[in-house]
C-alpha cells in the first residue's frame, strides 16, 4: 500500500463525494428537505457551519481509501471492483439510515428510502473514483 495513493485517492475521492452529496442533498432533494422543515430538520435560523459538509466527506474519503487499498485483493480490477466496493460500503449506510425514522420524530420511512439510495449512489461513485485515482 502506498499512502501517497491512498491519500490522493481519498482527497480526491471526497471532494467528488462531497460535490454529489451537495448536487443530491442541496439541488435535487432540497423541495423534500424543506417540505419536513421545521418539524423534522433545523429551521433556516439553525443551520450548522456549512464547513462541515466539506470537511467529513473528505474525512469519509480518507476512511474509505484506507479500507479500499486494505482490501484492494478482495476487489475486481479497475472501475467495476470500485463500484462494488462503493456498492457494499453505501449499503452499510443505506441500512444504518433506517434508524432515523425510530429516532427523530416525523421522519418518514420514505425519506429513509431516499436518503439512503443517495448514499449507496455516492459510494458507488466514491469506489469508482478511487479505483481510477488509485490506478493512475
Known sequence: MRWSKVLTAGLVGGIVNAVFGFLMYGVIMSNTFRKYSPEVFRGAENEPN??????????????????????????????????????????????????????????????????GSIIVMEWMVFGAVLAVVYKA
Open 50 to 115: 456549512m464547513m462541515w459538509f466539506i470537511i467529513m466527506p473528505v474525512l469519509l474519503g480518507l476512511a474509505g481509501a484506507v479500507l479500499f487499498a486494505k482490501t484492494r485483493a478482495s476487489w475486481q480490477a479497475g472501475v467495476k471492483g470500485g463500484v462494488l466496493f462503493g456498492f457494499w460500503v453505501g449499503l452499510i449506510g443505506f441500512l444504518s439510515n433506517f434508524y432515523l425514522p425510530l429516532t427523530i420524530t416525523g421522519y418518514p420511512y420514505y425519506l429513509a428510502w431516499c436518503t
